[in-house]
Antibody, heavy 118, light 107 residues
Framework: EVQLVESGGGLVKPGGSLRLSCAASGFTFSAYSMNWVRQPPGKGLEWVASISASSSDIQYADSARGRFTISRDYAKNLLYLQMNSLRADDTAVYYC???????????WGQGALVTVSS | AIQMTQSPSSLSASVGDSVTITCRASQAIRDDLGWYQQKPGKAPKLLIYATSALHRGVPSRFSGSGSGTDFTLTISGLQPEDFATYYCLQDYSYPWTFGQGTKVEIK
């Protein structure tokens, strides 16, 4: 069974940093691209970043580029999102999702809430 | 960035009704379009990928169609568990973009 479990969310002050983790199990982690998608409270979904299966191709939304870094640890089957210079409008539930080529994100974690507030 | 315009933003329907939700892309995206269902407090779930392919385990009352710029999700015979918010997503090119969502409510 495919499982994705996010951790690392919490309350952080504007300008601060946070690292989200996503533990993957039930599939061959190294064979799939992975993504982060976020959802501000009461609003719609926004794609944040993607990393290819080999980590050779990384893409960011304009809102994340230069502040966020997506990475993965193949030995630990972990996906990361390092978030720096956080702003109030980064407040959201952050989901990690597996990506099937030609099929988009197919399995999602339960989400981690990040709140940026003083 | 490709804009996805989803309509309607909400609709009311009864159990057993058929409903259609549409997404229009600002440029052609081949068939790189998926549909997701989200219930309050839960993660989105994939229903349809590549415009019309049913994700495993998804009931056959869900169907997708379209090509180029215009796409539809149809639910034939709404069930109580189908009342939720639905999103389209284009993964044709980065940045991936979602539609604004359609909330399907009980009439």
């Amino acid at each position: 069974e495919v499982q994705l479990v996010e951790s690392g969310g919490g309350l952080v002050k504007p300008g601060g940093s946070l690292r989200l983790s996503c533990a993957a199990s039930g599939f061959t982690f190294s064979a799939y691209s992975m993504n982060w998608v976020r959802q501000p409270p009461g609003k719609g979904l926004e794609w944040v970043a993607s990393i290819s299966a080999s980590s050779s191709d990384i893409q960011y939304a304009d809102s994340a580029r230069g502040r966020f870094t997506i990475s993965r640890d193949y030995a630990k089957n972990l996906l990361y999102l390092q978030m720096n210079s956080l702003r109030a409008d980064d407040t959201a539930v952050y989901y990690c999702a597996r990506h099937v080529v030609g099929g988009g994100p197919d399995y999602w974690g339960q989400g981690a809430l990040v709140t940026v507030s003083s | 960035a490709i804009q996805m315009t989803q309509s309607p933003s909400s609709l009311s329907a009864s159990v057993g009704d058929s409903v259609t939700i549409t997404c229009r892309a600002s440029q052609a995206i081949r068939d790189d379009l998926g549909w997701y269902q989200q219930k309050p407090g839960k993660a989105p779930k994939l229903l349809i990928y590549a415009t019309s392919a049913l994700h495993r385990g998804v009931p056959s009352r869900f169907s997708g169609s379209g090509s180029g710029t215009d796409f539809t999700l149809t639910i034939s015979g709404l069930q109580p568990e189908d009342f939720a918010t639905y999103y389209c997503l284009q993964d044709y090119s980065y940045p991936w973009t979602f539609g604004q969502g359609t909330k399907v409510e009980i009439k």
